[in-house]
């Protein structure tokens, strides 16, 4: 599968991807919100890899994000199915971009063609998760229109206790044509 917006490609992974998606991934910076931080080459070749498994089987997934204006690799973004968050199985949008891409409104762009294309899909509910320590992503949630319930609030128990990345907020957005 593949979405266009003006300034993006969202596509299926391709092995020529392998090199710069581990670059992102050994990046400190990119990486300073995750529990496990850093992955290794092959760490991030497995995570295309499920990406790709996870595609076929739901028919979406978290996929590979170019720029339509030079074929740079720019990340990831896309949607996946989380049995990690409370009340169960849900959607959720994630995305990690390359530091030199950060604040041009790309997660935004790439977000918005996800949400029309699960709409379209009659998907009801996207949810989408980060520590709470993660302004950025909570920040890209919030303009994205997501809702946070503090009710929702979750610890993340792959993170050891006390450390500051364990405790989590879960947003929410709604398909706007469900009643
Ligand atoms: C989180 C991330 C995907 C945001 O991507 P982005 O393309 O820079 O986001 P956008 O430019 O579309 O910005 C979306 C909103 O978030 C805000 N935002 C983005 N980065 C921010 C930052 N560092 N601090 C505060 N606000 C920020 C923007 O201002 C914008 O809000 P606005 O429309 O009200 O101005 C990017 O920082 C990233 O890849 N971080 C590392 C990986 C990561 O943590 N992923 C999320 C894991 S849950």
Redesign the pocket.
């Known amino acids: 599968m593949n979405l266009q917006t003006q300034r993006l490609l969202i596509r299926e992974w391709r092995d020529s991807d392998c090199s710069a998606f581990a670059a992102i991934n050994a990046d400190p910076e990119?990486r300073r919100?995750y529990y496990p931080s850093l992955l290794t080459q092959a760490e991030s070749d497995a995570v295309i890899a499920d990406c790709m498994d996870h595609l076929e089987r739901h028919g979406f997934a978290f996929l590979a994000l170019e720029r339509r204006g030079d074929g740079a690799l720019l990340?990831g973004a896309g949607l996946s199915v989380t049995h990690d968050v409370p009340g169960g199985p849900a959607i959720e949008i994630?995305?990690?971009?390359g530091r030199p891409?950060?604040?041009?409104?790309?997660?935004?762009e790439a977000s918005h063609a996800w949400f029309d294309w699960a709409w379209a899909n009659g998907m009801t509910e996207i949810v989408g998760y980060?520590s709470a320590i993660?302004?950025?992503?909570r920040?890209?949630m919030e303009?994205l229109g997501m809702h946070r319930n503090a009710a929702d609030d979750f610890a993340d128990i792959t993170v050891p206790e006390g450390n500051p990345l364990r405790p989590h907020v879960l947003y929410r957005i709604a398909n706007p044509n469900h009643a």
């Open positions: 990119v919100y990340g994630g995305w990690i971009l891409f950060w604040r041009q409104g790309y997660a935004s980060t993660n302004t950025p992503s920040r890209a303009a």
